[in-house]
Nanobody, 126 residues
Framework: QVQLVESGGGLVQAGDSLRLSCAASGRTISRYTMAWFRQASGKDRDLVAAIGWSGGRTYYAASVKGRFTISRNNAANTVNLQMNSLKPEDTAVYYC???????????????????WGQGTQVTVSS
């Protein structure tokens, strides 16, 4: 079992930056595909970014490409999401997710990932 704990969320103004962190425990995540999803109030949970086990392969949703950067530190068992130039539409609960065998890269759907954190709220005011 993999336990995931997110941190770093908060209330910021449009144009600000935030760095989300996801700390894994229970197992090393070095061979896991890791991802960040987000869910705005009343909306579906959508994939924001994903990173392959080596860090050499990344995916970004069109809405965040160029503003967000996903990274991982396998030695530290952590995954980060650097979010720059935040917009009000980025407001959501952000979830860290992990899976050992994502069937179809990058795993666009929540059901593609077996392990989830509890989420961290990001609120961007205009």
């Amino acid at each position: 079992q993999v336990q995931l704990v997110e941190s770093g969320g908060g209330l910021v103004q449009a144009g600000d930056s935030l760095r989300l962190s996801c700390a894994a425990s229970g197992r090393t995540i070095s061979r896991y595909t890791m991802a960040w999803f987000r869910q705005a109030s009343g909306k579906d949970r959508d994939l924001v970014a994903a990173i392959g086990w080596s860090g050499g392969r990344t995916y970004y949703a069109a809405s965040v490409k160029g503003r967000f950067t996903i990274s991982r530190n396998n030695a530290a068992n952590t995954v980060n999401l650097q979010m720059n130039s935040l917009k009000p539409e980025d407001t959501a609960v952000y979830y860290c997710a992990a899976d050992l065998t994502v069937s179809s890269w990058p795993g666009n759907l929540p059901r593609d990932y077996n392990y989830w954190g509890q989420g961290t709220q990001v609120t961007v005011s205009s």
